[in-house]
C-alpha cells in the first residue's frame, strides 16, 4: 500500500458556497469521486455538497488516510471551500476521505468515508500491439493529468527465445530475481539455476516433484513440492522447512519476509508470520492450484471446482467463478487481478466482481504472471497469450505443455513438459538501438522518426511527478513496413517507351531509389532518387521486357527493394485508318495509327504494290500523315509503318490495303484544271481561282510536306468564276499542297512559299 505522505501539495478550487443559517450543522454528502472508483488521476478533485449552520460562514476539514479507519490520516487546514485538488497522490494507491463541517458554534459528524484508487499506469492506444506501420508511426496515449511529464521506452529487444534447459524432466514453475538470475523446478526434485552463464542443476535434499516457486529478492526464495515439501533460500544454500502439513502444495507466494502464503490438495492454506506456520480454514475443501498474496490483509488463491478464495484481514471467503476450473491467478492490487484455466477461460476482478475476458483461445491455461500491465498466460500444446490492453495469442514455436510463466523488470522465463524452456534474459530495452524518449506533461501523442525498415519495435510508456513514478505500460509492438508497395504499371503490362512508375508512399522517407533494367539481376541499371511516389522513365526500347524495383531511404536507413516486376514494351504499331480492307477511300487520305508515347519518331510507307517494290515514305514526329498528292483511282494501296527509338527501329506494323475511289465528287463540279493560284510561288498571301459547274461548299487545307496542316477554312463556292483572297501568317518557305475537298473527295494543287 503507498503512503499517504507522498502528497506534495493541493490547491484550492474555487467553488463559491451560499450558506444560510439554520439551527443544526450536518455531516456534509460527498459527491466526487464516487466511492471506490478507481483509475482516478494524481490530481483527483475531492468534491463535496456545501450545508447550511447558524453561522454565515462554514468552514470544511477533510481527512485523507491510506487506511479506512483512518489510523493516521493526513489532515487538511479548514477551508470555506467545498472541493479540494489533491495533488502528488502515488501511482496505485488506495486511498480513503471523509469531510466534516465547522459553522462556529458546533461541528458535524464526518461524512461517510469514501475510498478510490489512482491510477497505476499508462494506457496506450495506438498503434496496435503487433500492427504494421511506416517508420514514422504516431503514437498515442491516454492523458493524464497531475503529472510532470512521461518517459517512453522504444527498442527493438524483447522477444521470447528458446533456451535449453539440459534436462527432460517436466518443469512445473519460474522465477527471476532482482539480480536478473533465473531459476525452475520440476519432477524429481529438479531445481535449475541460471546466472547468466548457462543452466546447472542444484541438489535440494529431495526427490519430491516441487510445484511452485517464488523470490522476494537474491536471498529470500521459497519453494514447495508433493508431500508438504517446503524449501527457504537465504542467498547462499536451501533449507528444509515444516508447514505442519503433508498435502501436494501447488502455490506459494510472499508479500515480505516474514508474510507469505502457500496452497494445496484438498483447499490447503498454510500462512506465515514472522516464522509461524499456520493452516487456516477457508471453509473450501477443492484443490487450490495458485495462490498470489499483496500484504497479511489481501489473500488470494484459486483451484478446482471454479473456486477463488481470498482473505481481507479478518476471514476467508470462496466463489464460484465462471465455468471452468481455474489453475493460475495474479493479483496487480486489490482492484486488479487475472485469473485463468481450463478451455483458455480468463476472468478479471475490477475491485467488484470477476468478468470472463476473450482469451484468444480454448486450450487449457496454467500459469498467468504481469508486470504492471503486461501480462502473459500459458498453457496446453504451446500455447501462450498475452496482455496488453486486451489478450492476443503469441507464437511460442513450442508444441509442448508449458506449465509455468513469469515477467518481471528482471525478465521472463516460461517452463513447461519435457524441460521445454523460452526465456528473456531482461526485460529488454537495453540494445543499442533503445530510445529513451522525455515528453511534456501536455502531450498524448508523439510521431517517432527514422525507424529502421522492416524492423520490429517494442514500446513502453510511464507517467511520472516529484513524488512518484508510475508502472510501466504493457509493452507492445509494431512492425515497420520492410519496402515500398509497387503500384502501376501492373507486373507484365505492355507500354510505351515513356512510362510513368508509381507506388505507395511510403510515409516517413526523404527519398526513393528506383532501378530499372534489362536484366533481372540488375547487373547495369538505371538508377533514379525521386523524391515523390512517381516517376517517368523515357527512351526504352522498342520490344524489350524490362524489370523495375523501388527502395526507401531517410537518414538512418535504407529499405529493403520492393518485389520486382516487369513492363513489355510494344515491339510494333497499331494502325488505325483507312482501315484494313476498306473501300471508296478518298484519293489522299489520312493515314492514322496510335501513338507510342516516347518514340522518336515513325516511318510510313505505302504503296500499290504489296511487296513495297517502289513505296511513297512519310517519316515524321506525328503518329499520322495527311496524303499530299492524290492517289490513283480505284486502285488498291498497301501501307504499313514502324516507330523509331533514337537509332533503333521497331517491327513493322502489319500491312494494311485499301482501295481508292473512283474520281466523283468534288471533280463533278470542280476539276484540277479550273483551279489557279496567284502568285504561285508567294509569301503566303495569294489569290485562289475556281471555276465550279455549281454552287456547294467546300475544305481548303493548307499541308506541308509532313503532312502537317497549316491552313483550313470553309469556302461557298457560286456557280461560274470564284476568287478568294489565302493570308497564311508565318509560313516557312518550301513546297505545299492546297487540298481541296468536300466530304469524301480530294483535289490538290502545289503551292511553292518562297
Keep these: 500500500?503507498?503512503?499517504?505522505?507522498?502528497?506534495?501539495?493541493?490547491?484550492?478550487?474555487?467553488?463559491?458556497?451560499?450558506?444560510?443559517?439554520?439551527?443544526?450543522?450536518?455531516?456534509?454528502?460527498?459527491?466526487?469521486?464516487?466511492?471506490?472508483?478507481?483509475?482516478?488521476?494524481?490530481?483527483?478533485?475531492?468534491?463535496?455538497?456545501?450545508?447550511?449552520?447558524?453561522?454565515?460562514?462554514?468552514?470544511?476539514?477533510?481527512?485523507?488516510?491510506?487506511?479506512?479507519?483512518?489510523?493516521?490520516?493526513?489532515?487538511?487546514?479548514?477551508?470555506?471551500?467545498?472541493?479540494?485538488?489533491?495533488?502528488?497522490?502515488?501511482?496505485?494507491?488506495?486511498?480513503f476521505w471523509r469531510v466534516r463541517a465547522y459553522d462556529g458554534n458546533e461541528v458535524s459528524n464526518w461524512s461517510e468515508a469514501w475510498g478510490f484508487t489512482v491510477l497505476w499506469n499508462v494506457t496506450m492506444d495506438k498503434p496496435n500491439d503487433n500492427s504494421e506501420v511506416f517508420a514514422n508511426p504516431e503514437v498515442s496515449w491516454d492523458a493524464i493529468t497531475g503529472i510532470d511529464g512521461y518517459l517512453m521506452q522504444l527498442d527493438t529487444v524483447y522477444e521470447w527465445t528458446n533456451a535449453n534447459s539440459g534436462v527432460t524432466e517436466n518443469l512445473n514453475a519460474s522465477s527471476v530475481d532482482v539480480n536478473g538470475d533465473m531459476w525452475a523446478v520440476g519432477d524429481n526434485g529438479t531445481v535449475l539455476y541460471n546466472d547468466g552463464n548457462g543452466w546447472s542443476s542444484i541438489d535440494v535434499g529431495t526427490s519430491e516433484d516441487l510445484n511452485a516457486i517464488c523470490f522476494l529478492d537474491a536471498s529470500n526464495g521459497y519453494i514447495v513440492g508433493n508431500g508438504g515439501t517446503v524449501l527457504l533460500f537465504d542467498g547462499a544454500s536451501w533449507t528444509q522447512a515444516d508447514p505442519g502439513t503433508t498435502s501436494d502444495l501447488t502455490g506459494v507466494s510472499f508479500a515480505d519476509s516474514d508474510n507469505g502464503a502457500i496452497v494445496g490438495s484438498n483447499g490447503t492454506v498454510v500462512v506465515y508470520s514472522s516464522g509461524v506456520w499456520t493452516e487456516a480454514e477457508t471453509g473450501d475443501d477443492n484443490d487450490l492450484r495458485s495462490v498470489s498474496m499483496l500484504?497479511?490483509?489481501s489473500i488470494w488463491a484459486c483451484g478446482e471446482g471454479k473456486i477463488v478464495v481470498s482473505f481481507d484481514g479478518n476471514e476467508w471467503s470462496s466463489e464460484v467463478v465462471g465455468t471452468k476450473d481455474h489453475y493460475g491467478i495474479s493479483m496487480l492490487n486489490s482492484n486488479t487481478g487475472w485469473t485463468?484455466?481450463?478451455?483458455?477461460?480468463?476472468?478479471?476482478?475490477?475491485?467488484?466482481?470477476?468478468?470472463?475476458?476473450?482469451?484468444?483461445t480454448s486450450k487449457d491455461l496454467y500459469s498467468v504472471s504481469f508486470n504492471g500491465m503486461e501480462g502473459y498466460a500459458v498453457g496446453k500444446s504451446g500455447t501462450m497469450v498475452k496482455y496488453s490492453g486486451s489478450w492476443n495469442p503469441v507464437t511460442s514455436g513450442l508444441s509442448e505443455l508449458l506449465s509455468c510463466v513469469f515477467v518481471s523488470d528482471e525478465g521472463g522465463l516460461v517452463v513447461g513438459e519435457d524441460g521445454v524452456m523460452l526465456n528473456r534474459s531482461n526485460s529488454g530495452f537495453n540494445s543499442p538501438y533503445l530510445q529513451n524518449i522525455g515528453i511534456s506533461s501536455d502531450s498524448s501523442e508523439l510521431n517517432?522518426?527514422?525507424?529502421?525498415?522492416?524492423?520490429?519495435?517494442?514500446?513502453r510508456i510511464k507517467a511520472f511527478h516529484d513524488m512518484d513514478t508510475s508502472m510501466w505500460s504493457g509493452v507492445k509492438s509494431f512492425t515497420t513496413y520492410p519496402s515500398p508497395t509497387l503500384d502501376k504499371p501492373s507486373n507484365g503490362d505492355e507500354t510505351d517507351l515513356m512510362v510513368k512508375f508509381s507506388w505507395d508512399e511510403y510515409e516517413?522517407?526523404?527519398n526513393y531509389i528506383f532501378q530499372i533494367d534489362i536484366d533481372e539481376?540488375?547487373?547495369?541499371?538505371?538508377?533514379?532518387?525521386?523524391?515523390?511516389?512517381?516517376?517517368?522513365?523515357?527512351?526504352?526500347?522498342?520490344?524489350?521486357?524490362?524489370?523495375?524495383?523501388?527502395?526507401?531511404?531517410?537518414?538512418?536507413?535504407?529499405?529493403?527493394?520492393s518485389e520486382v516486376w516487369t513492363v513489355n514494351t510494344v515491339n510494333s504499331i497499331v494502325l488505325t485508318s483507312p482501315e484494313n480492307s476498306s473501300e471508296e477511300v478518298n484519293r489522299c487520305p489520312l493515314f492514322t495509327w496510335e501513338e507510342?508515347?516516347?518514340?522518336?519518331?515513325?516511318?510510313?510507307?505505302?504503296?500499290?504494290?504489296?511487296?513495297?517494290?517502289?513505296?511513297?515514305?512519310?517519316?515524321?514526329?506525328?503518329?499520322?500523315?495527311?496524303?499530299?498528292?492524290?492517289?490513283?483511282?480505284?486502285?488498291?494501296?498497301?501501307?504499313?509503318?514502324?516507330?523509331?527509338?533514337?537509332?533503333?527501329?521497331?517491327?513493322w506494323s502489319e500491312t494494311w490495303s485499301f482501295t481508292t475511289e473512283q474520281g466523283i465528287g468534288v471533280q463533278e463540279t470542280i476539276d484540277v484544271e479550273s483551279v489557279s493560284l496567284y502568285p504561285n510561288p508567294s509569301n503566303g498571301n495569294f489569290s485562289l481561282n475556281i471555276i465550279a459547274n455549281e454552287s456547294s461548299s467546300y475544305s481548303i487545307r493548307v499541308i506541308d510536306i509532313s503532312g502537317k496542316v497549316v491552313y483550313d477554312n470553309i469556302i461557298d463556292l457560286k456557280t461560274g468564276n470564284n476568287s478568294t483572297n489565302i493570308v497564311i501568317d508565318n509560313i516557312s518557305s518550301g513546297s505545299y499542297n492546297l487540298v481541296i475537298s468536300d466530304k469524301d473527295y480530294n483535289i490538290s494543287k502545289r503551292l511553292l512559299i518562297k
Design 1 to 95: 500500500m503507498k503512503n499517504i505522505y507522498s502528497i506534495l501539495s493541493l490547491s484550492l478550487v474555487l467553488i463559491s458556497v451560499s450558506v444560510f443559517g439554520q439551527s443544526k450543522i450536518y455531516a456534509p454528502n460527498l459527491r466526487s469521486p464516487e466511492n471506490m472508483e478507481i483509475d482516478q488521476m494524481p490530481n483527483v478533485l475531492l468534491d463535496w455538497d456545501a450545508v447550511t449552520g447558524v453561522s454565515p460562514v462554514i468552514l470544511y476539514e477533510l481527512q485523507l488516510d491510506d487506511n479506512m479507519d483512518f489510523t493516521n490520516p493526513f489532515t487538511f487546514n479548514p477551508t470555506d471551500l467545498t472541493a479540494l485538488s489533491m495533488s502528488g497522490l502515488l501511482f496505485g494507491g488506495d486511498y
Design 295 to 297: 500484504d497479511v490483509s
Design 340 to 360: 485463468v484455466g481450463k478451455s483458455g477461460k480468463i476472468y478479471m476482478w475490477d475491485g467488484s466482481e470477476w468478468t470472463e475476458e476473450n482469451s484468444g
Design 448 to 459: 517517432l522518426t527514422n525507424l529502421l525498415f522492416g524492423s520490429t519495435y517494442y514500446y
Design 508 to 510: 516517413g522517407t526523404t
Design 521 to 561: 539481376d540488375f547487373t547495369m541499371p538505371r538508377s533514379y532518387a525521386p523524391g515523390s511516389d512517381t516517376l517517368w522513365v523515357s527512351d526504352l526500347i522498342f520490344g524489350e521486357e524490362y524489370y523495375w524495383r523501388v527502395s526507401a531511404q531517410h537518414a538512418q536507413d535504407i529499405s529493403d527493394w
Design 596 to 651: 507510342v508515347v516516347g518514340t522518336s519518331g515513325y516511318e510510313l510507307w505505302y504503296d500499290s504494290d504489296a511487296a513495297f517494290s517502289n513505296p511513297t515514305k512519310y517519316v515524321g514526329e506525328d503518329p499520322k500523315y495527311q496524303c499530299q498528292l492524290n492517289l490513283d483511282q480505284s486502285t488498291v494501296y498497301y501501307w504499313k509503318v514502324k516507330g523509331k527509338s533514337g537509332a533503333l527501329m521497331s517491327d
